[in-house]
């Protein structure tokens, strides 16, 4: 079974970076889509950025020029790069990934299955 476990959260004052992490295990896809998503109180969990197995990347208008998502494919790791962080960064994040080949957008939480327990950013003002 697939298994995710984030890390690298914290809370920063505006305008500071984070990169958090994300190892994978216990999956065989040689074709896949990876993403992060973010979760604040109250409000649906939405899509930031995902990236498939060929390095093609996808991201949410909100976030474009700031974070970058990236992989270590021997380490089988995933990566977000948060910089120019904002206070309405603030969320849980959380990795995820799924096989290629639905018809639903990368950046789409309900096409995704597999998830890990999230990490928690806060951005200060």
């Known amino acids: 079974q697939v298994q995710l476990v984030e890390s690298g959260g914290g809370s920063v004052q505006a305008g500071g970076s984070l990169r958090l992490s994300c190892a994978a295990s216990g999956y065989t896809y040689n074709n896949y889509y990876m993403g992060w998503f973010r979760q604040a109180p109250g409000k649906e969990r939405e899509g930031v950025a995902a990236?498939?197995?060929?390095?093609?990347?996808s991201y949410a208008d909100s976030v474009k020029g700031r974070f970058t998502i990236s992989q270590d494919n021997a380490k089988k790791t995933l990566y977000l790069q948060m910089n120019s962080l904002k206070p309405e960064d603030t969320a849980m994040y959380y990795c995820?990934?799924?096989?290629?080949?639905?018809?639903?957008?990368?950046?789409?939480?309900?096409?995704?299955?597999?998830w890990g327990h999230g990490t928690q950013v806060t951005v200060s003002s």
């Open positions: 990236i498939d197995s060929d390095g093609s990347t």
């Open positions: 995820t990934i799924r096989e290629v080949g639905s018809s639903f957008s990368v950046l789409v939480a309900e096409s995704y299955k597999c």
